[in-house]
């Protein structure tokens, strides 16, 4: 008996897990073109946060800008965005394409300074070795001989 009432719940479990909470909408978001867009609103709300008043200055209203980058609008986005909330699994797979995405940046950003760095090592590292040997010139034509 205890195994008919184990199996009669886990069959409910199943159905009720595999039942869609939120219907797809008809114009729903590709996942690749949503994982762009959810990429773009955290870069843009990332640098709205230390450059705000340029972003006003210039009028650019963020999610307007992203409506029209990607020709949305507001209720197709908010629709997709929770249809694929209501998909643990795929909304996870979004966000972990959006990580990839900004570390993927990050990464070649931060080889960018690297070799601007390097550079710039380099050319102080000259210019004080030239500054060096015209020191050491100087010194020689000014000491008398012997």
């Known amino acids: 008996m205890k195994y008919i009432v ?9 159905v009720a ?13 590709p996942k690749e073109k949503m994982t762009g867009i959810l990429h773009d609103l955290a870069i843009l709300n990332a640098s709205k946060s230390l450059t705000s008043s340029k972003l006003k200055d210039s009028g ?21 965005d929770l249809y694929y909330a209501s998909i643990p699994l795929e909304y996870q797979s979004i966000y972990e394409g959006v990580e990839a ?4 940046q990050k990464d070649t950003l931060e080889a960018i300074g690297e070799r601007r ?11 004080s070795d030239s500054l060096k040997a015209i020191k050491e010139e100087k010194e020689n034509k000014s000491t008398p001989s012997p």
Not at 17 to 27: F, I, M, R, S, Y
Not at 65 to 71: A, C, G, S, T, V
Request: charged content about 35%.
């Open 60 to 80: 650019i209203e963020v999610m307007e800008f992203l409506y029209e980058k990607y020709d949305i609008d507001s209720t197709q986005f908010s629709q997709s």
């Open 101 to 104: 995405r900004i570390k993927k």
């Open 117 to 127: 760095n390097d550079s710039i090592r380099k050319a102080n590292k000259k210019r």
């Open 17 to 29: 897990c595999a039942e869609k909470v939120v219907k797809e909408p008809k114009n729903l978001i």
């Open 6 to 14: 184990t199996l009669f719940f886990g069959m409910i479990l199943l």
